[in-house]
């Protein structure tokens, strides 16, 4: 028996048996073999980031390779962070937060891009936050790449816990910087900042 959990553009996620199973879905305006090529590469690409992660983060284990264009894992039974984050005293953002800058990091040092850094990518469980979703996630060395990374996280704090978004930014750069050796990725920060007030 499976229980749809979401159902989005690119995937939906069902819950079966204690596990998460993400499947790609088909795209019919595209030509059939280019489509399952495309999914097929991008399936395997988030397996690969996944594999990474969890020895990094915490991140959900893949429980085998895809099926297929399937990715089966544990099942992360906490609550999703962009709907429980304002929920929390201040102090316990905050420490959450610093805790997201650690991760993210760490993250970068390996050269892991996330490219969907949101609260809702992320799960709060027992005191650890869980990144999920890596289907936006690709390998870089690039300084701009880690730079826009955390641009996004920024706007996410910024659209959806507008209350404290501030604070709660600045309490991540403190844990990001604290575990990253890389100091242009922030100069890099505010270059990318910038351009996205001039586009605006």
């Known amino acids: 028996m499976m229980k749809i959990l979401q159902q989005g553009a690119e995937a939906i996620i069902y819950l079966k048996e204690g596990n998460i199973i993400k499947d790609r879905i088909k795209k019919s305006y595209r030509n059939k073999e280019l489509d399952e090529k495309i999914r097929k590469q991008r399936t395997k690409s988030e397996f690969n980031l996944l594999e990474k992660s969890h020895k990094i983060i915490n991140s959900p284990k893949p429980n085998f390779p895809p099926e297929k264009n399937k990715i089966e894992m544990p099942f992360i039974d906490g609550k999703k962070l962009s709907e429980h984050l304002d ?3 201040l102090k316990e953002q905050k420490l959450i937060c610093k805790k997201i800058g650690k991760n993210t990091a760490k993250l970068h040092e390996k050269n892991i891009i996330h490219g969907d850094l949101t609260t809702s990518n992320m799960i709060l469980k027992d005191n650890k936050i869980f990144f999920i979703d890596f289907g936006l996630g690709f390998i870089s060395n690039k300084i701009e790449d880690n730079a826009v990374d955390i641009h ?12 404290n978004w501030e604070i709660l930014f600045h309490e991540f750069l403190i844990g990001y910087q604290k575990y990253s050796k890389n100091k242009k990725v922030l100069e890099q920060l505010k270059k990318v900042e910038l351009r996205g007030r001039y586009r605006h």
Do not use: P, T
């Open 87 to 89: 929920n929390l005293s």
């Open 152 to 163: 996004l996280f920024k706007e996410a704090l910024e659209a959806k816990h507008f209350k």
